[in-house]
């Protein structure tokens, strides 16, 4: 099994990102996907989560709005399109596999900033 994030940066409040993460290594079509974050000195959270036909989504209460988890199970992809980005969600940005969260990538780093 690997996860392999993409398309962290630096980019400046307000400002948007689309992040990747490819998965391989196992029926890609059978597993949710999640995406984490966690910032310095803080634990890792749930940002968004998505089930394996994509039929159904949820995200913390702190990005609603701004960002939309999608899944395209024919690329073995799930992504993460976050817009109206702030400060607050400058972090290490992880994808996992399944509902317990038994493999993770190793992260790809969003910083927010001016």
């Known amino acids: 099994v690997q996860l392999v994030e993409s398309g962290g940066g630096l980019v400046q409040p307000g400002g948007s990102l689309r992040l990747s993460c490819a998965a391989s290594?196992?029926?890609?079509?059978?597993?949710?996907m999640s995406w984490y974050r966690q910032a310095p000195g803080k634990e890792r959270e749930l940002v968004a989560l998505?089930?394996?036909?994509?039929?159904?989504?949820r995200y913390a209460d702190s990005v609603k709005g701004r960002f939309t988890i999608s899944r395209d199970n024919d690329k073995n992809t799930v992504y993460l399109q976050m817009s109206n980005l702030k400060p607050e969600d400058t972090a290490l940005y992880y994808c996992?596999?399944?509902?317990?969260?038994?493999?993770w990538g190793q992260g790809t780093q969003v910083t927010v900033s001016s």
């Open positions: 996992s596999r399944g509902a317990n969260n038994d493999y």
């Open positions: 290594g196992f029926i890609f079509k059978s597993y949710y």
């Open positions: 998505i089930t394996n036909n994509g039929g159904s989504r």
